[in-house]
């Protein structure tokens, strides 16, 4: 878990009304500046709080109203928190990740998971996270992964792959600045793996301005959804 981050200097306005949200760990990078672009035109005055985890702890967070709003890739396609309001607003592509200098860098057609079973492989939070669900895709073809290292966030993985330790099968938009940069590709997988992207927030109604964050935050994550299917990369 990152510590809540304020973002109101990035927003540039005056920190005199909160607005907490959580994100998966491994769309952040893609979902924050979304958020900030809703956010700035939704109000005059917002601290915007930001806390990135796995998904049951920010479902959690929300329904124990530390978090306003919950942003989360849904690994199980359903929740374990019922008093929690749900929207699917997108699907989230799960790619295959691999070092510059990998042997399917080079590689233009989409990968098998099937091919790639013996492949060292990196996973992230296996019992709830990402992790969690990769091994269920090798499962689903009768495969087991093997795994050579787990780690606790989506950037430590990132940064493991990049060193040749192994592969790993991320979101998507969680690498788009380091295959842009060249520092890791990015291969389609077969069969296509797409969790769903789940607005989750309590059933109350929040105070008109809240509710605003609420409907402006939506509206940007449906506009930008085929970039989240990773269709557009």
Same mark, same amino acid.
Request: glycine share 6%; proline share 6%.
């Given at each position: 878990?990152?510590?809540?981050?304020?973002?109101?200097?990035? *927003?540039?306005?005056?920190?005199?009304?909160?607005?907490?949200?959580?994100?998966?760990? +491994?769309?952040?990078?893609?979902?924050?500046?979304?958020?900030?672009?809703?956010?700035?035109?939704? @109000?005059?005055?917002?601290?915007?709080?930001?806390?990135? /985890?796995?998904?049951?702890?920010?479902?959690? *967070?929300?329904?124990?109203?530390?978090?306003?709003? +919950? @942003?989360?890739?849904?690994?199980?396609?359903?929740? #374990?928190?019922?008093?929690?309001?749900?929207?699917?607003?997108?699907?989230?592509?799960?790619?295959?990740? @691999?070092?510059? /200098?990998?042997?399917? %860098?080079?590689?233009?057609?989409?990968?098998?998971?099937?091919?790639?079973?013996?492949?060292?492989?990196?996973?992230?939070?296996?019992?709830?996270?990402?992790?969690?669900?990769?091994?269920? @895709?090798? /499962? #689903?073809? +009768?495969?087991?992964? #093997?795994?050579?290292?787990?780690?606790?966030?989506?950037?430590?993985?990132?940064?493991?792959?990049?060193?040749?330790? +192994?592969?790993?099968?991320?979101?998507?938009?969680? %690498?788009?600045?380091?295959?842009?940069?060249?520092?890791?590709?990015?291969?389609?997988?077969?069969?296509?793996?797409?969790?769903?992207?789940? *607005?989750?927030?309590?059933?109350?109604?929040?105070? /008109?301005?809240?509710?605003?964050?609420?409907?402006?935050?939506?509206?940007?994550?449906?506009?930008?959804?085929?970039?989240?299917?990773?269709?557009?990369?």
């Amino acid at each position: 878990l990152q510590g809540a981050t304020d973002l109101a200097s990035q *927003l540039g306005l005056q920190p005199s009304y909160m607005f907490a949200i959580g994100l998966s760990s +491994g769309i952040a990078q893609f979902v924050m500046p979304l958020v900030t672009d809703a956010l700035r035109p939704a @109000v005059s005055d917002i601290q915007l709080s930001v806390v990135t /985890a796995i998904t049951p702890r920010i479902q959690r *967070l929300v329904a124990q109203e530390a978090l306003d709003l +919950g @942003v989360t890739v849904d690994i199980r396609s359903r929740t #374990n928190v019922p008093t929690l309001v749900r929207e699917i607003l997108a699907r989230v592509e799960m790619s295959l990740f @691999v070092s510059s /200098a990998h042997r399917l %860098a080079a590689e233009l057609n989409p990968v098998n998971i099937v091919d790639i079973a013996r492949e060292p492989l990196i996973i992230n939070e296996p019992e709830k996270g990402y992790g969690a669900l990769v091994q269920s @895709v090798f /499962a #689903n073809s +009768g495969v087991s992964p #093997n795994v050579v290292a787990v780690a606790d966030h989506v950037d430590t993985v990132k940064i493991m792959v990049r060193a040749g330790v +192994g592969i790993a099968i991320l979101p998507t938009v969680s %690498a788009i600045n380091e295959v842009e940069q060249g520092q890791l590709a990015r291969r389609r997988l077969t069969p296509r793996t797409a969790p769903p992207l789940v *607005l989750s927030r309590r059933a109350r109604i929040f105070d /008109a301005r809240k509710e605003m964050c609420i409907s402006q935050v939506r509206t940007s994550l449906i506009e930008h959804a085929e970039d989240l299917t990773g269709m557009a990369w």
